[in-house]
């Protein structure tokens, strides 16, 4: 991946300049800003970093196929989505259970090792989203159905309800698909990893 770096006085033109010499829209780029103050009179000095997203995405493809394949897992396809805010990568292979492993911990592992090589690359995080035969997004709608469940519950016994432990996400998820149930109200209680969402009846 290569990292195209301008300099100057004014970060607008510096843009302008990028998105001229590349010839890309601003939402097909990556960029990183570095700010300081030069000279007796402590005038600002821009310098803009640039990735392309079509690179990160490209590399992470590679990166991805290659550690499947050390896997022992030849027969991956891996479809990719270029996002504003993220780049996803679903993967659909003959052995989708290896690829997600137990309680999806592989497939999340993977995302990690992306991630952290694409950042330690271009010093930039990037959102990559790794999933596999759409994994994660039937855990989502399972997650939401489930605390809707136990919502009506708590609404009925008027009771407490605690569910398992969960990672920020999926707590995220819950709190958001009970935002706008009325009677009850969702509490993130316990230290991380054990860290889980308590569904309460409005007193």
Known sequence: MKIYTYEGKNLEELTLQALKELNVKEDEMLTEV???TVGLLRKKKYTLNVVLKSDVLEYSKKLLKDIVEGMGIKDVIIESQRKENFIKLTLHS???SILIGRNGRTLSSLQNIIRSSV???????????????NYKIKQEHNIERLAKKLAKEVLRTKEP????S????????V????????GITSDSEGEEPNRRIVIKPVE
């Open 34 to 36: 570095k700010e300081e």
């Open 175 to 182: 709190h958001n698909a009970l935002s706008n149930f009325k």
């Open 161 to 164: 309800i605690a569910m398992d």
């Open 94 to 96: 003959s052995d989708n």
């Open 119 to 133: 950042s330690n690359q271009i010093g930039i995080f990037v959102n990559i989203i790794l999933d596999v035969e």
């Open 166 to 173: 969960m990672n920020s996400y999926e707590r995220r998820l």
